[in-house]
Nanobody, 126 residues
Framework: QWQLVESGGGLVQPGESLTLSCTATGRGLNYYTTGWFRQAPGKEREGVSCISSKTGRTTYAESVKGRFTISTDNAKSTVYLQMNNLQPEDTAVYYC???????????????????WGQGTQVTVSS
């Protein structure tokens, strides 16, 4: 069974960095557009970033532009989210997601995942 397994969450202080990883088990990520979402307590889940399998285009939520970077390693079937200069408002459960690309190129604003990981907690606190 194909699964997305996240790792790399934790507790950091403001200004520090973390890298999240999401590895697909069972088959690779090459065909899928992959991305990261997050959900803070009491808030709706929001898109953070995605990378298109069709074009390699990366898109980001305005709140993380310039601080977060998404990348993939297809040989390892893994997608990463490098998060720099983390702030308390970045505290959330982060979810990896994948979508079968059909039609127009996918952005984080249009992504509608077909598959989800189980989530990993990121807490930013002093």
């Amino acid at each position: 069974q194909w699964q997305l397994v996240e790792s790399g969450g934790g507790l950091v202080q403001p200004g520090e960095s973390l890298t999240l990883s999401c590895t697909a088990t069972g088959r690779g990520l090459n065909y899928y557009t992959t991305g990261w979402f997050r959900q803070a307590p009491g808030k709706e889940r929001e898109g953070v970033s995605c990378i298109s399998s069709k074009t390699g285009r990366t898109t980001y939520a305005e709140s993380v532009k310039g601080r977060f970077t998404i990348s993939t390693d297809n040989a390892k079937s893994t997608v990463y989210l490098q998060m720099n200069n983390l702030q308390p408002e970045d505290t959330a459960v982060y979810y990896c997601a994948a979508e079968v690309p059909v039609g127009a190129d996918i952005t984080i604003g249009t992504m509608s995942p077909d598959y989800w990981g189980q989530g990993t907690q990121v807490t930013v606190s002093s």
